[in-house]
């Protein structure tokens, strides 16, 4: 067993020299407009504006400047203030969904017939026995030199992550602290939804009425995400000696992902309030205070986040007046946010390869106990939820007993590496985005079940398959409070209690699934050919959660 150990170690470590680079990522994937499926939520509201991945500022006017500002003058870059939420809250959904989107359960690589020798014939024959598991495993092995080859189809509707509905799901986004837009030099003010500063010297209340009433501006989004998984998986089952088999399980996926958002802006203030006299953002205020001095506004009201293309940015009678163009739009829009051509919302390719070796270290007449180990190797391409983009290393054992009811137990403990796919951004106070890869959590697992012998040429399988996941980040909608709207904005206003997204880290979860098949010998006189059918239900909302998940597949033991 210790030969066999260090040979398997080897071989991951040559694989680990040979292809680690293709894994390996220096910056965010996402930083340039991307086909990838990782970047479709990155890239909701466009890409580019030299600040950052989330281009805000292609799609929102600020302080009513056209989006093209004149020669010689910096556009602002105060749109990117939303930024921050967004990268906090959407974006880490979708990392969640490159986490956990390919850790899906696998049938079993050496759930064939098993060969008994017949001293009659002087040969081995199918036993008579249960047809073996589905998704468990059992102690036995294929025998010496003998070959299983399996193939199996699965789709996966995924319609909940930790609980939340996929097809319909509330995110509020909120302005960013801001010391540049409405602060002299000598003392910078911080304009805040919460605390604030005057000079770096921190203050109780909250700077966020008369000119700083800008940050009372939010976007409310209703999120659609739609994500879809076709499974084509190969087994392979190489039986080395009479006790050890080793095992390959190769997949080929087609992954389909959108993100859809209607997006509303909700005014914080009725646009009576203007930057004070000493704000960095002069030109700005020279276009407010003064119209006819340069094209991109009216005059008052003064309203800081408006989509771009807004008909009338002042209109006399205020909020009322506003097209409603100016506060409503449906993102992915690419001819709107001037991002490019669409990203694609599919991708097709092998997924992630998983080697077995499995021990049987005691065999008695109805009880036998194995040991084993599965390596994951990052073959799939993460950037496009085809694979993990992780190492997995699982050791488990498996107890099981042959008879006409047969149980079985399989008990594991899976390690995982970083990953690309469950990577996020993190904002700097200049508004630059930084991706940092994520962890893949380690997770036990467990399958408990039985396989029954109906007939020689049916057997009934069941199981329950578990996982618990450890200290990873899990989201849920929770009511959130946010600033009312103002106006004039000289007094505060009552807050307001909204339903948002909203993210926990270090948090552990359980997946339970239920797992129901049968596998049949239709052919007498091809006894080693095996059909199986099967479904997943998904018992709980931990993690990614699928609709019933069919699975159907052929075997054959050489």
């Known amino acids: 067993m210790a030969k066999m150990l260090k040979h398997t170690a080897l071989l991951s470590l040559l694989f680990a020299l040979c292809c680690g680079s293709a894994v390996a990522q220096s910056a965010g994937p996402c930083a340039v407009q991307s086909s990838k499926l990782i970047c479709v939520a990155a890239q909701e509201y466009g890409v580019g504006n030299n600040v950052s991945a989330f281009g805000f500022g292609s799609v929102l006017q600020d302080y009513q400047l056209s989006p093209t500002a004149p020669p010689g003058v910096t556009q602002d870059r105060h749109p990117q203030h939303f930024v921050s939420d967004f990268s906090s809250t959407l974006q880490p959904l979708s990392a969640a969904i490159g986490r956990q989107s390919n850790l899906l359960p696998l049938a079993s690589p050496s759930s064939g017939i098993i060969l008994v020798y017949d001293p009659s014939l002087k040969t081995f024959v199918a036993g008579t026995d249960s047809l073996g598991p589905i998704l468990g495993e059992r102690a036995e092995t294929v025998g010496r030199h003998r070959l299983f080859v ?282 630059t985005q930084v991706f940092h890869k994520g962890s893949v959590p380690n997770d036990f697992v467990y399958i408990a079940g039985v396989d029954a012998w109906v007939t020689k040429w049916l057997t009934g399988d069941f199981d329950i398959v578990g996982n618990r996941v450890f200290g990873t980040q899990t989201v849920s909608v929770t009511q959130q409070q946010f600033l009312g709207s103002c106006g004039p904005c000289t007094v505060g206003s009552a807050n307001v209690t909204l339903p948002s997204l909203a993210n926990a880290s270090n948090q552990s979860y359980n997946i339970t699934i239920a797992s129901m098949g049968v596998k049949i010998r239709p052919f007498a006189s091809v006894s080693k050919l095996v059909f199986t059918g099967n479904v997943l239900v998904r018992l709980d909302d931990g993690g990614l959660r699928s609709k019933p998940a069919p699975l159907v597949g052929v075997g054959y033991t050489f």
Not at 353 to 380: C, S, Y
Not at 390 to 406: D, E, N
Not at 408 to 429: F, K
């Open 150 to 431: 399996g193939f199996s189809y699965q789709f996966f509707d995924f319609d909940k992550l930790d609980g939340v509905k996929l097809n319909n799901f509330p995110n509020v986004l909120t302005h960013a602290d801001d010391s540049n837009d409405n602060s002299a030099p000598t003392a910078p003010i911080t304009c805040s939804t919460g605390g604030h500063s005057i000079g770096g010297v921190p203050v109780n209340s909250a700077v966020n009425l008369g000119g700083c009433a800008f940050v009372r501006d939010r976007i409310d989004t209703q999120n659609t995400i739609s994500l879809k998984v076709n499974q084509y998986t190969t087994y392979v089952t190489f039986g080395l000696t009479k006790r050890i088999d080793i095992s390959a399980v190769i997949p080929i996926e087609t992954v389909r992902f959108s993100l859809y958002s209607q997006d509303t802006i909700v005014l914080g203030s009725d646009g009576t309030s203007a930057p004070s006299s000493g704000s960095t953002n002069s030109y700005l205020l020279n276009q407010i205070t003064n119209p006819s001095s340069g094209p991109g506004t009216t005059g008052a009201p003064h309203f800081y986040h408006l989509f771009k293309g807004c008909p009338d940015t002042s209109p006399a009678t205020g909020v009322s007046g506003l097209d409603p163009t100016c506060l409503n739009h449906t993102f992915p829009d690419f001819s709107f946010t001037g991002s490019g051509s669409q990203p694609k919302n599919s991708a097709s390719g092998i997924g992630d390869v998983v080697a077995r070796v499995k021990w049987n270290f005691w065999q008695g007449e109805h009880l036998g106990i194995a040991a084993g180990v599965d390596v994951r190797f990052p073959t799939g391409d993460a950037e496009n939820y085809l694979g993990s983009g992780s190492w997995g290393f699982k050791p488990f054992g498996v107890i099981s007993y042959r008879a006409r009811v047969s149980p079985h137990v399989v008990v594991g403990y899976e390690w995982n590496t970083d990953s690309v796919a469950a990577g996020t951004y993190t904002t700097l106070p200049n508004f």
